[in-house]
């Protein structure tokens, strides 16, 4: 199409769209709304949509090139030798359109039709995640439910539903304890890792290796003093924690002493006054193991190392965002180095990787934060990808529970994301992403509607508009996507209760207690 057909096809499509039946919008013209809506359309040979886009066979075309790779889709029925679990915490589906935009528009391309890591997947699901006793969920009953199999109370990690929040005599009893599928793996020979944004000690995480009524558990200051281990503790020394190949993350003042600083200034948090970083080198002394807190040391990791632990902050890793000089190691790399110990295995290796800031930052209302953790999950998925085999390894990827976040308006193709335009009948423009509560409410302004606008939008820390106010957002009830590749994986369509996500990987790995492929 040449530039003056173009010019003429987008006026047309200009016109249809304001074209509307005009309507009184609170004493505005309805037509005059959407052209305020549409400042971009004109431009839009610099959104970087394709042209063709705007005619017929683009699209014809497409579909049928989609239908000619989906027709003759096989199941993959090999046993998967490797699991690796993608868990991005707070991943709404919005998220990921929101977060795939972004990576487009940041590479100056087309933003919605762009893909991330995990939308090349051949199979995709949906995971309802309600617990036992929750509606909308937290990250550790979900985690018993992605990680052991049962939906169990809020708060809880690795127990059954017998188990109220916090009653740490219950969660002692055996008859209440759930395995994980870490520990199944590990009972069938296999190499098994954890990797995260957040601290090791964190829930999600901890799904694979702790029993706890109370996520918060994480170190001795924090149980009170009650019967029940903290989660650091059952990480060194939990029978499923004390054999991991791999733990790589933040949190490492919930394994040293207090009154202890290490060579970055970090000072511990544990009044049992042990230091767990030198217990676990020393109950590993006999095999090849690295303890490395910095990037640099894992970058130049030994190809002998066997055993793995890498705490490269007090707590959580920073954002990406905050990372300027790149001095801790990105999720890919922590990935990269996960698999590169575990695939030295023979019998296999389950892995569990997650991207959990995305979550975090959305509870500080920080979409740019949030997008961009997103962004580098997808990049570790992908590194992921490019080091295995779909023959052999079995990927899904899923969510927690999806989060607060809205991208709602009539934005026009090619929106900035994180921008702000869309007109209000109030007059008030407001940005396509938005949260239905948290710490970015903001008051009304002289009998008016915060002005958002007036914000830089460039500031990785602006918090963007929420409707109720709340010190953080909460948590959203929806079903989140689980995207699946390798093994098995057509298992995973259609509408999933969260608990059957690892009794599935289990059955294509051949491990934990059910019936698995290898008794077919
Ligand atoms: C990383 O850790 C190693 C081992 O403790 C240390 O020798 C090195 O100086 C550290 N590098 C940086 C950049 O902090
Ligand atoms: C909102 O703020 C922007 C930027 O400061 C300003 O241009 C606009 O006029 C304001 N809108 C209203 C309704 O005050
Ligand atoms: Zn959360």
Redesign the pocket.
Known sequence: MSAAKLVLFLTAITCSVIAMPERKVSGQNFAQVERAMHPNVQKAGALNVNPDEFGTSYWKNQAQETILNKKDMTFNKNVAKNVIMFLGDGMSVATIKSARVLAGQLNGEDGEGNRLAMEYFPYTGFSKTYCADAQVPDSACTATAYLRGIKANYATIGVNGQVARGDCAASLLEENRVDSIATWSQAAGKRTGIVTTTTVTHASPAGNYAYTSERHWESDDVTFGNDCDDIAYQLIYGKTGQSFNVALGGGRSNFLPTGYTDEEGVVGNRLDERNLVEEWLASKSSANAAYVWNRTSLLELDEEVDYLFGLFEDEHMKYYLDDVNHEEPTLEEMTEAAIKVLSKSENGYFLFVEGGRIDQAHHSNLPRKALMEAVEFSKAIQKAKDLTNEEETLIVVTSDHAHSLTMSGSADRGFDILGIGIAAE????YPILNYINGPGYRAEEDG?RY????NDLSDKDLQYPSLVPLSSATHSGEDVGIFASGPWSHLFVGFNEQNVIPHIMAFASCVGEGYTACDE
Not at 426 to 429: P, Q, T
């Open positions: 109030d007059e008030i423009n008016h002005n958002f606008s007036q």
